[in-house]
Every structure is written in C-alpha cells, then in structure tokens.
C-alpha cells in the first residue's frame, strides 16, 4: 500500500529553491513514501531537479493559502513548509492527514534567521536530519552569457534601471531577463545599456527556458529576488543586491563566487519605493564585485 506525504510550500520561485535542502531531508527521512509537493504550476520545471519530489499539485501564492485550497486527500503525512499559520496548518489539516509537521503545531516559528535554516530546523526538531548546505541542483559549464535580472517582486528591492544599465555597459556579453510584466524595465535597462533589443529576454522565457539559461550562465546580477537563488542552486557566480532584508536572511551561502551587498540596514520589503539602504550601493560596487567572481 502506497503512503503519502503532501508537503506545502504555495510560494515563488526563491522560496522553492530554499527550501530544497528540507525536501531531501524529507526524501531520505521517509523513502517509503510517495512525495507531493503542493507548489504553483509555473514552477513545474523545477521539482523534478530535487530528486525529492515523485508529484506536484497546483497551489498559487506568494501569500496566505485559503482554507481548504490544497488539492490532496488524506496523506499520511503533511508537512508544512510554506508559513507559521493559521492559513497554511488550516489549508493542511483540511486535507485530513495521519501526522502534520508544521510550525504553530510543533516547535516555535524561529524570527531572525536564515530561510534555509528556518525548515531544516522543524525538520530536526522533529528528529529528521537535514543538511542546510544541501542546495545544489547542478553546475554551470559557464559557456552562457552574463545575466543582469533588474526586476523584484516589490519596488522597495529594485535598484534603479539606471544603475542596472551602467553595470551592463561594463560587461561583455550580456541579457537582460525577467517575466513578462518586467518586459518594460529590461528594456529599459537595455536601451541605456545599448544592448541590442535581442538580449532582452524579459517575457520570452518560459520557467524552463530561464533554468536553463541560468544553469549555462558565467554571471547573474540581481537584487533580491528568486533568480539570486536559481544562480546558488547551479553555482554561477552571483552578485545580489540586497535593501530592506539582510542576506543572513535571504543571502546566497558564503564562499563560491556568491557576493551579497548590503548596506546594513534594514526596511519595509514590500514598501513602494526603492530601499534607502538598497540606494547606498554603487554601480562601481557591483562592478567591482561582478569581475571579482568572475575572474
């Protein structure tokens, strides 16, 4: 008889990737069991690279999950990697599990640390092993081009197109990326690049396509946003720009070729203008920092 375990992480594309090491420690804690990783379909592209995940079901975020909005029935085990609560233990016990791990249900969510660090420490709590370092999904042969991602999912950790622009200028070889709503600020940056209007690839890749790119890829810079984490998962060199939140929280692993700037202070994530902190850095910075790992 086959045994189920339903694990919920209903949010965007870094969140997937950070929570990578937890779903292996899940894969090897329980190999018995059929793994379905509740996730939004856009991200379809990436679960099989885990080796952890046998199914996916459609659950779209960012944000809280409704009640009831998890299209699964009775798995053995649910886990709850997406949020402390109350939405997201509601949405899992409404699929009537066996056993729930989840924060809210078990231990106190942790504030003030890493993400990654974050799921593997319920794992643990729970008794399951789990290796944060855990992060790869492959290695760049380094033959693509160099990546420059303007966009974030709010305006406060977008650093200026004018600033983007000026470090694509320094660079060779180069696109500009981004879905289909950045389409208009990869332009942008490309216009004052002077980038030739074929190096924007904003809205003409698919999610598959962009792993792809980014797993040939030399070089990505970008401000803190999922393709920073596409970069770690495939060890390409990254430099990524960091506003509101500091990269302890969110920040590539140390060492690598992987450069987090940030200029210490702290802010609203979700705020409507670019970061005053994000604002400190400058173009030479990243420059500087983009030939270092690269060299």
Not at 155 to 175: H, I, T
């Amino acid at each position: 008889m086959a045994l189920d375990l339903l694990v919920l992480r209903g949010l965007g594309l870094g969140d997937l990737l950070t929570a990578v090491p937890a779903l292996r420690a899940l894969r090897q804690a329980f190999p018995r069991h059929r793994i379905t990783l509740a996730a939004p379909r856009a991200l379809d592209a990436l679960p099989p690279l885990t080796g952890a995940v046998d199914d996916q079901v459609d659950v779209s975020g960012p944000g809280p999950i409704p009640m009831g909005d998890v299209p699964f029935e009775r798995p053995d085990i649910a886990v709850n990697l997406h949020g402390k609560g109350p939405q997201s233990i509601e949405a899992l016990r409404d699929t009537d599990p066996g056993r729930l791990i989840s924060f809210g249900a078990g231990p106190p969510y942790p504030e003030g640390v890493h993400e990654v660090r974050r799921w593997c420490g319920l794992l643990e709590w729970h008794g399951i092993e789990a290796d944060p370092t855990d992060l790869t999904l492959g290695v760049s042969d380094r033959t693509g081009p160099a990546i420059v991602h303007p966009g974030a999912a709010y305006p406060a950790r977008r650093w200026p197109p004018e600033r983007f622009a000026e470090v694509a200028a320094a660079l060779d070889d180069v696109v500009v990326t981004g879905n289909a709503e950045e389409t208009p600020l990869a332009r942008r940056v490309a216009e004052l690049a002077g980038l030739p209007s074929g190096r924007v690839l904003a809205g003409r890749t698919t999610m598959t396509d962009l792993v792809d790119l980014v797993s040939r890829s030399r070089l990505v810079v970008c401000g803190d946003t999922g393709v920073a984490h596409l970069a770690t998962a495939f060890c390409v060199p990254s430099v990524v720009l960091f506003g509101p939140v500091s990269p302890a929280l969110w920040g590539p692993p140390p060492g690598w070729r992987h450069i987090a700037l940030w200029a210490g202070r702290n802010g609203d994530p979700h705020g409507e203008r670019p970061d005053p902190g994000l604002l400190k850095i400058e173009v030479s910075e990243v420059v500087d920092a983009a030939l270092e790992v690269t060299s």
